[in-house]
């Protein structure tokens, strides 16, 4: 079959080439006892349930050393990446983001006996922070985390060209998953903890539709619309540059302010300048 170029394309070629009908009520129901298997299984972990104290521990910390709270708020709740969001990314991943197609990905098809191994965002959260240091703060207080309660982890910062920045934390479960026939089997599910900042999540917020339709596509990639300052990608991505800067001069003028007011009377500024006796 030539290369899927749409959603219903991939479907059909999914059923002719990997023997996999989405549609199938069966696979559907698998997935969503797994996802809810994963689910249970993360939330009571001791991971998770001494997760609260670990941000409230750095928020406290966070407050004594900048004179700024850390998160826009402690309430962290789980996510399951949905069936349909499944699908879409195992077209992403087997055909758009494939320069090998039709022969597989170099890390094997994604297939509803695979997924619980490839992706690692099937299970997610957000940590928001009010500040520019705060997600790499996080980033590094979670795998500590992690490392003292037995799990493999790893994180990342993520940036691109689209404007997005954050840092992305993956921590391993393991657990029991049913298989095609619905019997167990030992499975690794990761979790993906995304870290970001008030400004960057708005945004994020705003745009994210725009970003749901643009990686469906098979176009071929560009950089004309870099210059196309009436395009919706152009504004955005640019928009999301400009406030990683802003960002970064919030820092400064808070520590600089902190800085000031933890100074002796002695060794601070008067903004008025030198008076004459």
């Known amino acids: 079959m030539p290369r899927p170029a749409t959603l219903d394309e991939y479907r059909d070629w999914a059923r002719a080439t990997l023997d996999v009908d989405y549609d199938l009520a069966r696979i559907k129901a698998r997935y969503e006892t797994n996802i809810q298997t994963a689910l249970n299984t993360i939330q009571k972990s001791s991971f998770w349930l001494t997760l ?15 004179g700024a709270a850390m998160l826009m708020s402690q309430e962290i709740n789980l996510e399951a990446k949905p069936y349909s969001s499944s699908i879409d990314k195992s077209f992403r991943h087997n055909i758009l983001w494939n320069k090998r197609f039709p022969e597989e990905p170099k890390d094997g098809w994604a297939t509803p006996d695979s997924w619980y ?19 790499g703060i996080i980033a590094t207080a979670l795998s500590e985390h992690a490392t003292q309660t037995g799990l493999d982890c790893d994180y990342s910062p993520r940036a691109n060209e689209r404007g997005y ?11 029991k998953l ?8 030992p499975v690794d599910l990761t979790l993906e903890l995304q870290l970001t900042t008030q400004l960057q999540e708005v945004l994020r917020e ?11 596509t ?21 928009l999301g540059h400009t406030l990683h800067l802003i960002e ?30």
């Open 178 to 185: 049913a298989d095609a026939d619905f019997n167990p089997r």
């Open 206 to 216: 705003l745009t994210h539709p725009l970003y749901e339709r643009a990686r469906l």
């Open 52 to 66: 609260p104290a670990l941000l409230d521990q750095h928020k406290t910390e966070q407050e004594a050393r900048t």
């Open 165 to 175: 920045y954050a840092f992305h934390h993956y921590t391993k479960f393991p657990m």
């Open 117 to 135: 191994k490839l992706f690692d965002d099937l299970i997610r959260s957000t940590i928001v922070c009010k500040f520019i240091d705060g997600p």
């Open 248 to 277: 970064a001069i919030i820092i400064q003028v808070r520590d600089a302010a902190n800085k000031r007011q933890s100074a002796s009377p002695d060794e601070q500024i008067d903004p008025h300048g030198p008076r004459n006796s």
């Open 218 to 238: 098979s176009e071929p990639r560009d950089d004309k619309w870099k210059w196309e300052y009436e395009n919706p990608k152009f504004q955005t991505s640019y």
